[in-house]
């Protein structure tokens, strides 16, 4: 099946540094990527959606200017958490989309902790 | 708008126990429905999804049938293994994004 990719897939930084996060499709084109925050024992939570080429869509209540999303290829998109302090820190997913099928595949994760 | 609640875990069991893991849902029309598994270290798989009414989706041993009328999606495995031991995320879709339940953590012991 399809294989998606995070890095790092945890990270320590100091409160103020910003952190970016890699997501890559490793054996299919993704024309869309999605972002995904899961917090302990909740569910995942849509960030924002990624198309190749465009500005992501950001969901309702997620700043925009905190969390720079880029999608250059259709292999890699990536988020930046600007600016991180510990209320940021929370497990970050994401799942690119196969075009036609429809159906998403998911990376492993990245675990941020922010002090 | 569109919510997903089901069951909290952990659920332990032995293994070859039958197993259900509850999830309802609340949504405007008629969203697909889901079920992801997401084992120790690994990203979430898809395990099997309905698309309308009275849909049952199965894999692995694995079945879940689209209840409209009680708004319901629950999994069910007739004999549980250790192998399975895994979090289970009820979701459905609509305007193609996913909205998930938190998550039922399952441990299956031998």
Redesign the interface.
């Known amino acids: 099946g399809a294989v998606v990719s995070q890095h790092p897939s945890r990270v320590i930084c100091k409160s103020g540094t910003s952190v970016k996060i890699e997501c890559r499709s490793l054996d299919f084109q993704a024309t869309t990527m999605f972002w995904y925050r899961q917090f302990p024992k909740q569910s995942l939570m849509l960030m924002a959606t990624s198309n190749e080429g465009s500005k992501a869509t950001y969901e309702q209540g997620v700043e925009k200017d905190k969390f720079l999303i880029n999608h250059a290829s259709l292999t890699l998109s990536t988020l930046t958490v600007t600016s991180a302090h510990p209320e940021d820190s929370s497990f970050y997913i994401c799942s690119a989309g196969v075009p036609v099928s429809e159906t998403q595949y998911f990376g492993p994760g990245t675990r941020l902790l922010v002090l | 708008g569109d919510s ?1 609640t089901q069951m909290e875990g952990p659920v332990t069991l032995s293994e070859e126990a039958f197993l259900t893991i509850n999830c309802t849902y609340t949504a405007t029309g008629y969203p697909s429905l889901f079920w ?1 598994v997401q084992y120790p ?6 395990l099997l999804k309905a698309t309308k009414a009275d849909d049952k989706g199965s894999n692995k041993g694995f079945e879940a049938t689209y209840r409209k009328e009680t708004t319901s999606f629950h999994l069910e495995k007739g004999s549980v293994q250790v192998s399975d031991s895994a979090v289970y ?1 009820c979701a459905l879709e609509y305007g ?8 039922t953590i399952l441990r299956v012991k031998s």
């Not at chain 2, 270290?41 to 898809?46: A, D, V």
């Not at chain 2, 193609?96 to 998550?103: I, W």
Request: proline letters at 0%; a neutral charge.
């Open positions: 997903v992801y270290g690994e990203g979430l798989q898809l995320f193609n994004k996913l909205v998930f339940g938190a998550g």
